[in-house]
């Protein structure tokens, strides 16, 4: 049974259609990827599974319970996390207080502490920076205080938008292999990303949006060695 499924999303703003009869499937323990140009629609294809963007029409099943339209505070508490691609941190907050607000819904207060321990203990960048306003970190703590943010309500499924972008080498590096890490725990992964190499490469399976529409789907590795997918819709070079 998949984790979550997408059937035949059409969605946009208003009455303008951006993304166009995409479908999608994630099982668990999955890092699923979906890449593609700019403006190809990657961000409005996760806004609109989590109601954030208009959905025209398709279906979105959440262990194979029907969550069409739902809220985005409702998708929060069945188990979707959400890592926005901008403004995915409250920055006049500490970093301590962007993790509890992670946890606004919960009510179990010894869950969220015992949390918010085993986040310090995951990212050791936050535990040095609990009382530091969440604007003064760098581009790769503020991924990674983002990514804690949305762990601490706990979800089964963790949707990211483009958590790599602008980020050094080595600081995307680090965010990468912290996402591989909760993948490994158990949180499976839908994950919107520029950078197509990282993403494909660890990619259990891919969708290639463009101009919203998938024009290809198929095992990560194998995206990214068909040679004519690479020129005409990966902006990238023929060989691997
Ligand atoms: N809030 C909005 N209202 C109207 N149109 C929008 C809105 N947000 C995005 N668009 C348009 O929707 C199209 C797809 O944008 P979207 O942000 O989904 O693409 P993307 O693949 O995420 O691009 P990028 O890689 O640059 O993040 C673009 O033409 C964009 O101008
Ligand atoms: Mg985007």
Not at 185 to 212: D, F, H
Request: with cysteine; hydrophobic share 40%.
């Amino acid at each position: 049974m998949p984790l979550f499924e997408a059937k035949n999303i059409c969605a946009g703003y208003g009455d303008v259609m951006i993304v166009n009869d995409v479908s999608l499937s994630v099982s668990n323990g999955d890092l699923v990827a979906i890449v593609g140009p700019n403006g190809s629609g990657k961000s409005t294809l996760l806004k609109s599974l989590l109601g954030l963007a208009h959905l025209f029409s398709g279906q979105v099943l959440y262990r194979e319970r029907d969550i069409t339209r739902i809220a985005p505070w409702q998708a929060v508490e069945v188990g979707l996390g959400y890592v926005p691609q901008v403004n995915n941190v409250f920055t006049n907050l500490t970093v301590n207080e962007n993790l509890e607000m992670g946890a606004y819904h919960r009510h179990d207060k010894a869950g969220i502490r015992s949390d918010l321990e085993e986040m310090y203990q995951r990212f050791p960048e936050l535990a040095a920076r609990k009382k530091a306003r969440a604007e003064t970190l760098s581009g790769g703590e503020r991924q990674l205080l983002a990514i804690a943010r949305a762990m601490m309500a706990r979800p089964r499924l963790l949707l990211l938008d483009e958590p790599l972008a602008f980020l050094s080498p080595k600081a995307s590096e680090v965010v990468l292999n912290r996402l591989l890490q909760i993948q490994a725990e158990g949180t499976s992964l839908l994950l919107v990303e520029q950078n197509t190499i990282k993403a494909l490469q660890n990619a259990s399976y891919g969708y290639i949006l463009n101009e919203g529409r998938c024009v290809m789907e198929g095992k990560g590795p194998q995206l990214l060695a068909d040679g004519s997918l690479r020129e005409r819709f990966l902006g990238l070079g023929k060989e691997v």
